[in-house]
């Protein structure tokens, strides 16, 4: 597709469930991030892939999350033992390499909107 | 560290009115700031960014911001509300050096009233 693609849109799940988030990015974007949107806070980042490069996980906040990506394609998000806290919606982004530091426009999703009861 | 902070997390204004969102930086080296625009039910889209050069940069749809390094800030305006433009803006500025990441304000949610 021409954007970025995030499945599901929508997952309610039991308190200590596990659940899987999907991006899709824009084809040829080497770069790929993923941020947490809490109902009426800001974007707050979790992790970033570049190419190759080993992701940059500062954002993640606890070991229940974890990401991978397939070279430059999927990425997944995965939260295991899911908590309330983590109700929110999980937006995924890409980007091409820009100048300095890939100064580049970041290509957001729709996002999954993760709803823990 | 660098970081962004949006003053108001509502702003209401009448159609046709001055939109004036504010946002304000912190920042060691020079910085990259972006403002970012979310419709409801969808993703993210750039409105404009500041990276160097002209420090009024023009954005979509009549919107514009002018880069103050002596106020640290990057304030989004446009000169007349149309309906459309309710939504929540975001204001953001790049990590330096850490490929394009982004640390984001809080959000301002415009209402835009008839």
């Not at chain 1, 906040?61 to 999980?90: C, H, K, M, N, W």
């Not at chain 2, 939109?19 to 972006?34: G, T």
């Not at chain 2, 305006?77 to 309710?86: F, I």
Request: include cysteine.
């Amino acid at each position: 597709g021409a954007g970025v693609s995030q499945s599901p849109s929508n997952k309610v799940t039991e308190k200590g469930k596990d659940v899987e988030l999907r991006c899709d990015p824009i084809s040829g974007h080497t770069a790929l991030y993923w941020y947490r949107q809490r109902l009426g806070q800001g974007l707050e980042f979790l992790i970033y892939f570049q190419g190759n490069s080993a992701p940059d996980k500062s954002g993640l906040p606890s070991d229940r999350f974890s990401a991978e990506r397939t070279g430059e394609s999927v990425s997944t998000l995965t939260i295991q033992r899911t908590q309330q806290e983590d109700s929110a919606v999980y937006l995924c982004a890409s980007s091409s390499p820009g100048t300095r530091s890939n100064t580049g426009e970041l290509f957001f999703g729709e996002g999954s909107r993760l709803t823990v009861l | 560290a660098q970081s962004v902070t949006q003053l108001g997390s509502h702003v209401s204004v009448s159609e046709g009115a001055l939109v004036l969102l504010r946002c304000n930086y912190s920042s060691s080296v020079p910085p990259y700031l972006f403002w970012y625009v979310q419709y409801p039910n969808q993703g993210l889209q750039l409105l404009l960014k500041y990276t160097t050069g002209a420090t009024l940069v023009k954005g979509i749809n009549g919107f514009e911001a002018e880069f103050k390094k002596s106020e640290t800030s990057f304030h989004l305006t446009k000169p007349s509300a149309h309906m459309s433009d309710a939504a929540e803006y975001f204001c953001a500025v790049e990590v330096y050096n850490q490929g394009g990441k982004l640390i984001f304000g809080q959000g301002t949610e415009l209402s835009v009233k008839p």
